[in-house]
């Protein structure tokens, strides 16, 4: 049989496989037990160089997860993920990132992943990580049960990326970042710490409408009337904002989390469904807007 050579012919490969057998067994299809998959799907497919060690080592502040050969056994592969990391969905994504790593990359060398690697889901950052990032997406979270869960979403909040976190055992900032992926809707989500704007990622339709931060390029601070910048620490707060403090000469709907990766807090920017305006700062030719700097005003 054909192997697939894709992101997405892996994931749906593994899903189908893990749906199948689900449905014979009588249990639920979500959320997905990666470790239990990375063991028996390696094992028989790749019967000479099978995952064979899933386990948490203590890997510093830097990194959340690697992938890389067994120490005790020859030809043999570990996943790893940094056993500080508390948050279930955190875990599961980095277990999957791993696996897709294996799937797709492996090479005999160990592949080590930082929190940002988890965050690249533009390949201008990086193709082996936004490829580890798109098997995980589409093996955790299936377009088809995804579509089912998030088609009534018209202005969700953030609260509203709760059930979807608990479905499919992923992080919130995972669930907002596929529907972003998805979506018609102009949407950002804006992650930021100490006052200023660490990342950003927004949907295709508002990326063409002109909107996007250069965050990466430049030091940018939070808007001072945003909810991200307001000394409120109560989750899942929301406000319609009028033009002047995310956008110019547009109001944006916020809903903000305050705080899934220790210090920091999400923004999940929600404009409206037409472009007033274009407002892209000019960029050098040589400037590429990434998953880090899809927000200019």
């Not at 993920?81 to 969905?89: L, Q």
């Not at 690697?117 to 995804?146: I, Q």
């Given at each position: 049989?054909?192997?697939?050579?894709?992101?997405?012919g892996w994931?749906?490969?593994?899903?189908s496989?893990?749906?199948?057998?689900?449905?014979?067994?009588?249990?639920?299809?979500f959320p997905i037990?990666?470790?239990?998959?990375?063991?028996?799907y390696?094992?028989?497919?790749?019967p000479?160089?099978?995952i064979?060690?899933?386990h948490?080592e203590?890997?510093?502040e830097?990194?959340?997860g690697?992938l890389a050969?067994?120490?005790?056994?020859?030809g043999?592969?570990g996943?790893?993920?940094?056993?500080?990391?508390?948050s279930?969905?955190?875990?599961n994504?980095?277990?999957a990132h791993?696996?897709?790593?294996y799937?797709?990359?492996?090479?005999?060398?160990?592949?080590?992943?930082?929190?940002?690697d988890?965050?690249?889901w533009?390949?201008?950052?990086?193709?082996r990580?936004?490829?580890?990032?798109?098997?995980a997406?589409v093996?955790?979270?299936?377009?088809?049960?995804?579509?089912?869960?998030t088609?009534?979403?018209?202005?969700?909040?953030?609260?509203?990326?709760e059930?979807?976190?608990d479905?499919?055992?992923?992080s919130?900032?995972?669930?907002?970042?596929?529907?972003?992926?998805?979506?018609?809707?102009?949407?950002?989500?804006?992650?930021?710490?100490d006052?200023?704007i660490?990342?950003?990622?927004?949907?295709?339709?508002l990326?063409?409408?002109?909107?996007?931060?250069?965050?990466r390029?430049?030091?940018?601070?939070i808007?001072?009337?945003?909810?991200a910048a307001?000394?409120?620490?109560?989750?899942?707060?929301?406000?319609?904002?009028p033009?002047?403090v995310?956008?110019?000469?547009?109001?944006?709907?916020?809903?903000?989390?305050?705080?899934?990766?220790h210090?920091?807090?999400?923004?999940?920017?929600?404009?409206?469904?037409?472009?007033i305006?274009r407002?892209?700062?000019?960029?050098?030719d040589?400037?590429?807007?990434?998953t880090?700097?899809?927000f200019?005003v």
């Amino acid at each position: 049989m054909k192997l697939p050579t894709t992101p997405d012919g892996w994931a749906v490969r593994v899903s189908s496989l893990v749906k199948a057998a689900r449905e014979i067994q009588g249990l639920p299809r979500f959320p997905i037990d990666v470790a239990a998959i990375a063991r028996d799907y390696s094992r028989n497919v790749f019967p000479g160089e099978p995952i064979t060690l899933v386990h948490g080592e203590a890997l510093g502040e830097r990194f959340e997860g690697a992938l890389a050969p067994n120490p005790k056994a020859k030809g043999e592969w570990g996943i790893i993920y940094n056993s500080s990391i508390k948050s279930k969905g955190r875990i599961n994504f980095t277990l999957a990132h791993e696996l897709g790593h294996y799937l797709l990359h492996r090479q005999g060398e160990p592949i080590f992943c930082s929190k940002r690697d988890m965050w690249a889901w533009d390949s201008e950052y990086g193709a082996r990580e936004a490829e580890a990032n798109r098997f995980a997406s589409v093996l955790l979270m299936p377009f088809d049960d995804f579509r089912v869960h998030t088609e009534t979403f018209r202005r969700p909040t953030l609260s509203d990326f709760e059930f979807l976190r608990d479905r499919y055992e992923v992080s919130v900032t995972a669930a907002i970042l596929k529907w972003l992926e998805m979506t018609t809707r102009r949407a950002m989500l804006v992650v930021s710490k100490d006052g200023f704007i660490d990342w950003s990622w927004g949907s295709t339709p508002l990326f063409k409408s002109g909107v996007f931060f250069r965050a990466r390029q430049e030091t940018i601070a939070i808007p001072e009337r945003s909810l991200a910048a307001s000394a409120q620490t109560v989750p899942n707060n929301s406000v319609q904002h009028p033009p002047g403090v995310w956008h110019p000469v547009e109001s944006v709907f916020e809903s903000v989390l305050f705080s899934e990766y220790h210090d920091m807090s999400l923004s999940l920017l929600i404009y409206s469904g037409d472009a007033i305006g274009r407002s892209i700062i000019e960029m050098d030719d040589e400037t590429v807007p990434d998953t880090f700097d899809k927000f200019s005003v």
